[in-house]
């Protein structure tokens, strides 16, 4: 089932709740708004409180990942890409 989350997943014998909470992820972890469509979606797969459960764990995981990052503790084998702070 791993395999099939990547580009693509709304192609794949993933469950349709499954592909929504993917959905889900991908607009919050890529900052692109859910349509109104994404939204009634989900609602009607999961409840306030489980798109709520969600989304804080989500968010959990993306900023402990940035902390791993800038405290340097990141596997040595894991690639990583280092971008300069802009000049404003």
């Not at 919050?28 to 009634?40: I, P, S, V, Y």
Request: hydrophobic share 40%; aromatic share 4%; net charge negative.
């Amino acid at each position: 089932m791993v395999d099939q989350i990547r580009d693509g997943y709304d192609e794949t014998d993933l469950s349709l709740r499954h592909r929504r909470a993917l959905r889900l992820a991908d607009g919050l972890l890529n900052l692109e708004a859910l349509t109104a469509q994404d939204r009634t979606e989900l609602q009607t797969e999961f409840s306030d409180a489980e798109i709520a459960e969600l989304s804080i764990g989500l968010a959990l995981f993306h900023g402990f990942s940035k902390v791993l990052i800038a405290s340097g503790a990141e596997p040595e084998t894991m690639d990583t890409t280092v971008l300069p702070t802009p000049n404003v």
